[in-house]
């Protein structure tokens, strides 16, 4: 059996609408009997074909007399709702790309791997680094001499948040203290819509998670401690 569902009609207008097609111009009570529905659900389904265009009807001794019309109707229906669909969807995908990025989330391994998570915040304008660890520059030793100088250049704003009041200052960068309980070999870095969340050991690992709601998110932590943070 046809089911015009799938054409987006109501289960109870691909009734009644097949059935007139079998009965020509028919009364509501035929079209019941032969759809296999209530009358009054006839006539609440013929309303809403005649709104459609699906079908029409003639009065015949003041009652309704009804026929379906041309099949491709159906066709023109589809292709005005395309019509209507196609340029919202369009808004639809510019808002999409906008909140939804390509999301990654990449490991790093080693000295060299964390030269890369460095390098790739030197292409942002601000860095806030959550629990900066006073044994980094022993992990990457000479490194951030270079890494600084080139953060200087490019007048990346920096601020920093510390454990330990053994953090030697840095050009343009704001720096506050934590108490030294809360040492940790654990540091967040957020930058952009990237959180990297690294492990400062003997063999380093980071974790670079690119997704700007958790940046987000990681930046308003990041001022809340900032608040809490002593200079």
Do not use: C
Request: charged content about 30%.
């Amino acid at each position: 059996m046809i089911d015009l569902t799938r054409a987006g009609l109501t289960e109870s207008e691909s009734k009644v609408y097949l059935a007139l097609l079998d009965l020509g111009p028919s009364l509501a009570g035929q079209i019941a009997r032969k759809a296999g529905l209530h009358r009054r659900t006839v006539y609440d389904t013929t309303e809403m074909l005649i709104n459609k265009g699906l079908i029409g009807y003639i009065l015949q001794n003041n009652r309704r007399l009804f026929q379906a019309e041309n099949p491709n109707r159906i066709l023109k229906i589809l292709q005005e709702k395309q019509d209507i669909l196609t340029p919202m969807i369009s808004e639809l995908q510019i808002k999409y790309s906008k909140t939804n990025e390509k999301k990654e989330t990449n490991f790093y391994k080693g000295k060299e791997g964390l030269k890369t998570v460095f390098e790739d915040q030197l292409n942002e304008k601000e860095i806030l680094i959550l629990g900066a660890n006073e044994n980094a520059s022993d992990v990457l030793q000479y490194y951030f001499k270079w890494y600084n100088e080139k953060r200087v250049a490019r007048k990346i704003k920096t601020r920093i948040i510390a454990r330990s009041r053994k953090f030697s200052k840095m050009k343009n960068a704001e720096i506050r203290y934590l108490p030294g309980k809360y040492a940790s070999p654990l540091a967040i870095n957020i930058y952009g819509d990237k959180t990297a969340i690294i492990l400062w050991a003997s063999q380093p690992l980071a974790i670079v998670i690119k997704n700007r709601e958790i940046s987000e998110e990681y930046k308003n932590y990041f001022e809340l401690i900032w608040k809490m943070a002593k200079e």
